[in-house]
Each structure stands twice: as C-alpha cells, then as structure tokens.
C-alpha cells in the first residue's frame, strides 16, 4: 500500500518514485524484474507503461524533479536546458544530469559535447563514486529560478552554458529561440562580461543569430547556410497571395542575387508525401497546395524554388548540394567559427 501512495504521489508531481526506505526499494526493484517498473537512475523508479509513452525530455524532467526531493542540486547545463524548454538536439537525451557547482575544480566545459552529424558522442563520464553519470560545472555569481518544477540556473547562464558545450548548429539554435522570446543581445552581452568564458563562440552565434527562424530546424537550416559560407539569407519574406490577399505567403529563407535572381528555400520538415498514416486524399491535396504555392511564387519573378526536409538538416551534405544546384552564391571557403 505504501508503494501504492508512493507511485500516485510521483505521478501526481510528474517525477519518478524515490526508493525512501530499504523494504520500498526492495518492492520497486521486485516490480522492475517483473516489468512493472523501470529503474532509470539509481534508486528512482518509473511505471514502466507511462514511461515508455515519454519523450527524453519527459523523462529527463522526471529524474530532476524526483533528484531534488533529496537534493540541493541546481540543474545546469543540458539539464538546465531541458528545464526551460529550449530547443536542443535529441542526442543529448543519454541520460547525463549535470549540476551547477561551487568548486573552482568542477570542470565546465569538459567531456560531453553534443553530437551532430559533424561531431562523434564523447564519453559521459560518471563522478567518482558515482554509479550514474552526473557532471558538475562550476557556476558563480548566479541566480537560480524555478521553471517547470526544477531548480535550474537562469536563463541567460542557461543558454551561455549551452553554446560552450555545443556545436553552431545546436548555438544557433537555441539563441534565435530565446530572442524570439523576449531575451536581447545586450542582456547576453551583459551576463558574460567580466565572465571568464569562450567570448567568442558566443559573439559568433550573436553575429548571425536571427529570430526571425520560426521554429529549430529552419535555424538549424540556417546555421548549415551560414557554416557552408552560402550568403546570408533574407528570413520570412512576404508576397502576394492570389488566393486570399489577406493572407500573404511567406516564404522561409529568400536571396536576391546581383544578378537579379530570387531563390526561394522552404523548409518543409519530416517529409509529408512519406507519412504511411496519411491517405490518400490528403497526400493529393498536400501535394495540389504546394505546387499551386509554388506557380504563385514563380509567378513573382522568383527563379527558383527548392524544398529541403528534416533529413536535409542531419546530412547537411544532401542541403549543401541542393542549393548549390540552384545557384545560391557562396563564398570560395566555409566561414570559419569557433567550435
């Protein structure tokens, strides 16, 4: 009965069951072997139905929240992250939990980067004594906040800390999202002065950042451009709708080159003609309304119109090849940043 109480309790505050006493623990771990539960982090339990309908965000938050019943902890870093909902990558759900530390020793940026197309995963290392991995960065002179039930430092160390552990891609990503939400370039600035920190990688993101991006895989689209060295795009640039002029189509990314051309780039996400639950009738009209879209746009002298998708993004190669295809200018080298 007391595991009972336990678990709706858990559920009730969205985390996992704490092992409280040795006769709890020896029942959650007797449901974990007969598959009732699942054991995601050391003495934290989760019922193993509503767990596998999670996502890594979903659960990530699970483990915080039941870790700071028993804990001083802030989250930081990836965590922090995770507990403002930024945008991030899905390879950083491999079960890492970092925290802010007071020690000069705690290594900040050290270890795990995220994983990209680009970058191998490094090794997640536990802390000593640890049978789960945990890192600690040192964090100084900030004021932690409550956000989505977890402690977790604030948001401009949030997003500092995730450019330093991150690739442009992943940087890029996370600041159009904050400044597309009420977070400006000056307050950045002015959280990391006087910071001892890689000023430039942030500086690097800032000198592109555009908030303008609708959502993370049209910034992700966007950073490839930029890394690639093609020319800086226009963003949500707007032409006549035909159909309902109230209703004005906005196309993703636009270059207008010298020589009078107008390229269009529209990020269309998972491929949507693919989908096995979508019939028919659905797939026909997706397909009638893109290529109507599409006659209008041509016919406001845009030249040329190319759709990338989701896996464009993760091989950025198949992106790269497609806008050089359709004559995007592009500089003789790859732009050269800092990560």
């Known amino acids: 009965m007391q595991i009972d109480s336990l678990i709706r309790q858990a559920a009730a505050e969205q985390r996992c069951v704490v092992g409280t006493t040795r006769p709890v623990q020896r029942g959650l771990q007797y449901m974990c072997r007969q598959g009732l539960m699942v054991n995601p982090y050391i003495n934290l339990y989760c019922p193993a139905e509503p767990w596998q309908t999670m996502n890594g965000c979903e659960r990530h938050l699970h483990i915080l929240r039941a870790l700071q019943l028993n804990h001083g902890w802030t989250a930081a870093g990836e965590s922090a992250v995770e507990a403002h909902g930024l945008p991030h990558p899905w390879s950083m759900h491999e079960g890492l939990i970092t925290i802010a530390s007071a020690h000069t020793s705690s290594n900040p940026y050290g270890g795990k980067r995220y994983s990209t197309c680009r970058n191998r995963t490094a090794a997640a290392l536990p802390v000593r004594g640890s049978r789960q991995p945990l890192r600690r960065i040192f964090v100084r002179g900030d004021e932690p906040v409550i956000v ?8 401009p160390r949030t997003v500092v800390d995730a450019v330093m552990l991150g690739t442009f891609e992943s940087s890029m990503e996370i600041i159009n999202h904050v400044l597309a939400h009420g977070l400006t370039e000056s307050e950045l600035r002015a959280y990391c002065a006087g910071r001892r920190i890689d000023h430039a990688r942030i500086e690097s993101v800032l000198a592109y950042a555009n908030p303008l991006a609708e959502n993370g895989g049209e910034s992700l689209v966007y950073a490839t451009i930029i890394r690639a060295g093609f020319a800086i795009p226009e963003l949500q640039c707007e032409f006549e709708n035909f159909d309902h002029p109230d209703y004005p189509l906005r196309v993703d990314f636009l270059w207008r080159t010298d020589n009078g051309r107008m390229i269009v780039l529209e990020y269309d996400g998972l491929r949507k003609y693919q989908d096995p639950t979508m019939t028919r009738h659905a797939l026909q009209e997706n397909i009638t309304r893109q290529a109507s879209r599409d006659q209008m746009l041509l016919a406001q002298h845009v030249t ?8 464009d993004v993760y091989q950025p190669e198949r992106l790269i090849a497609k806008l050089d295809q359709a004559g995007v200018p592009r500089l003789p080298q790859p732009r050269a940043l800092p990560f």
């Open 148 to 155: 989505n039930g977890v402690r977790a430092t604030s948001l």
């Open 304 to 311: 040329k119109i190319v759709h990338c998708f989701a896996e």
